[in-house]
């Protein structure tokens, strides 16, 4: 059982930068990844990151501007995320599951609450 919570999101302006955090409790050796999902839209895929940190793929629509990071030792994923815009707002998920392609398919066995990030224009 994976337990996963998120922060660091909030409201800022556009050109911004964030930094999400997701904590992991529990069994923590899964592929991790990052999933938002806007008003009236269905969820989709971020970033996501092996649990060795060996490989990472992320969404065309952030390529370039936002990072996937962890840290095993502190059981933790981070999305850094730069040069932020107003079509970023969405509230953020943070995801784990065994299979790398399971996650991509987000299809993951474990998600958290998730977390608000809004741009404003």
């Known amino acids: 059982q994976v337990q996963l919570v998120e922060s660091g999101g909030g409201l800022v302006q556009a050109g911004a930068s964030l930094r999400l955090s997701c904590a992991a409790s529990g069994r923590t050796l899964y592929e991790m990844g ?12 971020v970033a996501a990151i092996t649990w060795t940190s060996s490989s990472t793929t992320y969404a065309e629509s952030v ?9 095993n030792a502190r059981n933790t994923v981070y999305l850094t995320m730069n040069s932020l815009k107003p079509e970023d707002t969405a509230v953020y998920y943070c995801a784990a599951d065994r299979s790398y392609n399971t996650l991509l398919k987000l299809e993951s066995s474990y998600w958290g609450q998730g977390t608000q990030v809004t741009v404003s224009s």
């Open 34 to 45: 990052w999933f938002r999902q806007a008003p009236g839209k269905e969820r989709e895929f």
């Open 63 to 71: 390529k370039g501007r936002f990072t996937i990071s962890r840290e």
